[in-house]
């Protein structure tokens, strides 16, 4: 699966890209985004993705990559990689959902494909740290982005 979603990857951030890693430390897998972030080049690490709208509209990126925890239903640590608007918004945790923030971009003129890697959280407990299954991955998918980036 790694070299396969390292392909899909590499596709996906061709061009003038940007990467921001989301997430909440204290809430265990919840980390995750922001775990992978601390350990790749030039990524934006934060709770509030809709933090960086003004960073996003000045520097117009061809595509986004959020990486973040992702309930979408599977086993904990499994990962999951697609174009935003093809994931549900209503997985998200964050106050503005992502698809809304592209949405305000758009509407702003900015055309910019955005893509969710994502990993199924086991806990999201306050006080928790990532979970062997999530750190498991975490730990692949920094190898393969640091290929990447």
Do not use: W
Not at 27 to 46: F, H, M, P, Q
Not at 129 to 143: F, G, K, Q, T, Y
């Amino acid at each position: 699966m790694s070299e396969d979603l390292k392909i899909r990857i590499k596709e996906a951030l061709k061009g003038k890209f940007m990467v921001i890693c989301i997430g909440n430390e204290l809430r265990g897998d919840d980390g995750v985004g922001i775990y992978i972030g601390r350990r790749i080049k030039n990524a934006l690490v934060t709770e509030f993705p809709e933090s960086y709208i003004h960073r996003i509209r000045d520097e117009r990126p061809e595509s986004i990559l959020f990486i973040d925890a992702v309930d979408f239903g599977g086993e904990p640590g499994s990962i999951i990689f697609s174009e935003l608007k093809e994931i549900p918004s209503a997985i998200s945790t964050h106050k503005l959902p992502l698809s809304l923030l592209i949405k305000i971009l758009e509407e702003e003129g900015i055309k910019t494909r955005a893509y969710i890697l994502g990993v199924q959280p086991k806990n999201i407990e306050l006080g928790e740290n990532l979970s062997p299954e999530v750190r498991r991955s975490a730990e692949m998918l920094i190898s393969i982005l640091r290929h990447i980036i």
